[in-house]
């Protein structure tokens, strides 16, 4: 898209806020605190799904990306995929090289190998080759990124609704099939792989297809709908937890097969209702947020190093209480926001200049 739409850097905002909040979370052994006997500490962990936030965001703009290409040839794919690779792997490779140098002695032995699974986006297929647990997203969205223009071509033959609805459907399958132990059973890279992630795509997918056809002009009660889409969210995610898929024995399967898309849904359902109700679609696009979206990439890179450098250099004195994770997360944005905004400038904004340039 050349134009930005704010709501959905804002969206971008909330997503990496999310990553590094679950993340600080965990990291101080999960702290416990609320109010009236609910944790409000475990409810935010909703944001610690904002990996497949970013995935339902991937879709959706890349359905506008790719539903302005009315011709889809293999060379527009090479020339789609050149540009992908100009945007995501430059600032990843350096990010991936100083994560390595740093933990050099935990990698020297397999170390070309390391760094070149991960040149390649292939690191989460490799025993050992991942150097760290966040990256493995990069990996399923490179693949999406490969696959998308074959998507586009089959809207030659099929309507978009039903292909991006079979997309979905696909998935849950996919994952039927894996928790029925008939595919990959003893998988153990099963839930960070493009197979069992692509159906949040298509959701991102069927947001860019619902909102350029314009099905819902005018949203009644828009604050109702968008608490609705949390609640869905909130659904979802408590689904496929472990007690509940124990608790549900047989079924665990099916519930498990669908459950992560139930939540990413309710994530679908709220953006529709920001980028359809102004009110909302402000708040959620407020400057502060938008800045941040943009650069949510360079803070989703860095984020794990500078969240360890914050808990190394004060692991005598944190603690799982619920004011060091207040502590801990506010002093790590004050290390991470100008770091990102500098990585950004070194090794991201001359992709979107060039884009301004040529278009």
């Known amino acids: 898209m050349k134009d930005r739409i704010v709501c959905i850097d804002g969206w971008r905002a909330i997503a990496a806020l999310g990553v590094l909040y679950t993340h600080t979370w965990a990291a101080l052994n999960f702290p416990k605190g609320g109010l009236f006997g609910i944790d409000i500490f475990k409810m935010l962990n909703i944001l610690g799904q904002g990996v497949h936030l970013f995935f339902v965001i991937s879709g959706f703009c890349f359905y506008w990306v790719m ?57 989460p297929y490799i025993e050992g080759a991942e150097i760290s647990g966040i990256y493995w997203s990069l990996s399923v969205e490179w693949i999406f990124y490969l696959v998308l223009p074959f998507i586009f071509y089959l809207t030659k033959f099929y309507s978009e609704l039903k292909l991006f609805c079979a997309l979905l459907i696909s998935c849950c399958l996919f994952n039927l099939l894996h928790y029925s132990h008939f595919l990959m059973p003893n998988s153990k890279i099963w839930y960070y792989g493009f197979l069992a992630n692509y159906g949040h795509f298509a959701w991102g997918l069927l947001l860019g297809y619902a909102h350029k056809q314009q099905l819902i002009r005018q949203i009644p009660y828009p604050k109702c709908l968008f608490i609705g889409g949390l609640l869905i969210a909130y659904v979802g995610k408590w689904l496929f937890t472990a007690p509940t898929l124990q ?10 097969s669908i459950a992560p898309f139930i939540m990413t849904f309710g ?53 799982s209480t619920p004011s060091h994770l207040v502590y801990v997360f506010l002093i790590t944005l004050l290390f991470l926001l100008p770091l990102s905004k500098l990585n950004y400038h070194l090794l991201e904004s001359f992709y979107f200049t060039d884009v301004k340039k040529k278009a």
Request: hydrophobic residues 55%; glycine residues 4%.
């Open 267 to 319: 994530f679908t359902s709220m953006i529709y209702v920001s980028l359809n109700a102004e009110g909302i679609g402000r708040i959620i696009g407020n400057p502060l947020f938008s800045w941040l979206g943009r650069i949510s990439y360079s803070f989703y890179l860095w984020h794990a190093v500078v969240l360890d450098f914050v808990m190394l250099i004060g692991r005598n004195y944190w603690k």
């Open 247 to 256: 608790a549900v024995g047989q079924y665990a399967s099916v519930l498990a």
């Open 67 to 123: 539903n302005n290409k009315r011709q889809f040839s293999f060379k527009n794919a090479v020339d789609f995929w050149k540009k992908r690779w100009k945007r995501i792997a430059p600032a990843f490779y350096v990010a991936a090289a100083f994560v390595l140098f740093i933990n050099f002695n935990q990698f020297k032995i397999h170390f070309p190998l390391n760094y070149l699974a991960n040149l390649l986006f292939v690191q």
